[in-house]
Each structure stands twice: as structure tokens, then as C-alpha cells.
């Protein structure tokens, strides 16, 4: 089955900041990818998600390109805010045949003002 | 708003006596799944309905069921909780690849 790596946390980060959140995956073929946010005692919100090869989803000021040469999905923003502090999670697939999906493991994000 | 509703958000148990949460969408759509996501990690796929076809995790203890009477409702039923099993429940649904979460219910086991 396919699988995804995404890095720990916690990250802290000050207002204004640039956010970089890695997410790397194997898959077998190319299905699309998935940053969700988790707030906190919330469930998981669509962040963002790509469908193809280089397609770029977009949300809130948070991007991330879907890379199948370096196997990545990367999350960034350009300017953090103290409200987007929550745990962010990369996740795709588990494979080929079904709809349901794993998970990174999860990165705190907190942002101070 | 069309959306997954989860009740309750909260739910407190004993050990060992059975409890059961709900989940319902407006949505319309023909897959439903129950995660389990314990504190600080990754939500874990328990089970998913597809229609009314049942798709149990392989490591999915059974201690846990579920029940579908419609396309707009979906149970979980823990028969004997234990203390391990204390995490958010959340309920998702999907007419394709993107899944739509609920709120969660916070289970406490005593």
C-alpha cells in the first residue's frame, strides 16, 4: 500500500513568519494528495488537496505542489497568523482500489503574536 | 450547511458498558468511515461503508461494530470499552477521493 512521511513538530513560529510543513509519499501510480488541519477539539478540515503531477492546491494563503520527482507535498505560507495555529496533516490513499486514506503523523503548528 | 454531524461531542462511559456514537450527513454521499484518533496522533481507519457493503480493518478489534440503516446514518458501537480505547471517534464521508470530516466525540472511559 502507499505510505506517507511528513515532519514532526512542533513547529513555533512567530506572526508573519514563513511556514515550510514537508510531507514525502510512495505511492503506486499518482493519486492525489491532501493537506487536512486539525484545530484544537476540532475535526479534520480539507485544507488543500492535487489531483496531478505539478498541480498546486491552494486554501488560506497555504500552497503546496504536488512534486512526483522528489515524491513530495509540501506546505508553505508565506505569512503566518496566530490563528493558524492546529495540527496539519498530510494524507493520500492508502491505494489503489479504495477510497480511504492515511495519514502523516501530524505537525503542530504554533504561532505566537 | 450540508455537512457530518457527530453526537454526542463528548461522551463519558464506564469500563466495560457498552456505549454507541452517532453520526449522520446531509451530505448524500455513499461512503462513510469511523477513525479512531488517539491523543497526538494520527486518525486510524476502523471500518467504512461503502453503501451498505462493510469494509473492516484488518486490525480492527472486535470490540468494535458498526451499524448503517441508511445512506444518511452510521453507528459505532463499542461493546466493552476499556480504558485503551479513551480517543476521539470521528466520522467521514466521501463521493470520491476528498473525505469530509465531523467534529469528533471525545470518549472517556472510567
Known amino acids: 500500500g502507499n505510505s506517507v512521511t511528513q515532519m514532526e513538530g512542533p513547529v513555533t513560529l512567530s506572526e508573519e513568519a514563513f511556514l515550510t510543513i514537508n510531507c514525502t509519499y510512495t505511492a503506486t501510480g499518482y493519486p492525489s494528495l491532501f493537506w487536512y488541519v486539525q484545530y484544537p477539539g476540532e475535526g479534520l478540515q480539507l485544507l488543500l488537496k492535487a489531483t496531478k503531477a505539478d498541480d498546486k492546491g491552494s486554501n488560506k494563503g497555504f500552497e503546496a505542489t504536488y512534486r512526483k520527482e522528489t515524491t513530495s507535498f509540501h506546505l508553505e505560507k508565506g505569512s503566518v497568523q496566530v490563528s493558524d495555529s492546529a495540527v496539519y496533516f498530510c494524507?493520500?490513499?492508502?491505494?489503489?482500489?479504495?477510497?480511504?486514506?492515511?495519514f502523516g503523523k501530524g505537525t503542530t503548528l504554533s504561532v505566537s503574536s | 450547511d450540508a455537512m457530518v454531524i457527530q453526537n454526542p461531542r463528548y461522551q463519558v462511559t464506564q469500563f466495560g458498558k457498552p456505549v454507541t456514537l452517532s453520526c449522520s450527513q446531509t451530505l448524500n454521499h455513499n461512503v462513510m468511515y469511523w477513525y479512531q484518533q488517539k491523543s497526538s496522533q494520527a486518525p486510524k481507519l476502523l471500518f467504512h461503508?461503502?453503501?451498505?457493503?462493510?469494509?473492516n480493518e484488518a486490525d480492527t478489534p472486535d470490540n468494535f461494530q458498526s451499524r448503517r440503516p441508511n445512506t444518511s446514518f452510521c453507528f459505532l458501537d463499542i461493546r466493552s470499552p476499556g480504558l485503551g480505547d479513551a480517543a476521539m471517534y470521528l466520522c467521514?464521508?466521501?463521493?470520491?477521493?476528498?473525505?469530509?470530516f465531523g467534529p469528533g466525540t471525545r470518549l472517556l472511559v472510567l
Open positions: 461503508y461503502y453503501d451498505k457493503d462493510f469494509n
Open positions: 467521514a464521508t466521501s463521493s470520491g477521493e476528498t473525505q469530509y
Open positions: 494524507a493520500l490513499p492508502a491505494n489503489q482500489a479504495g477510497t480511504a486514506l492515511i
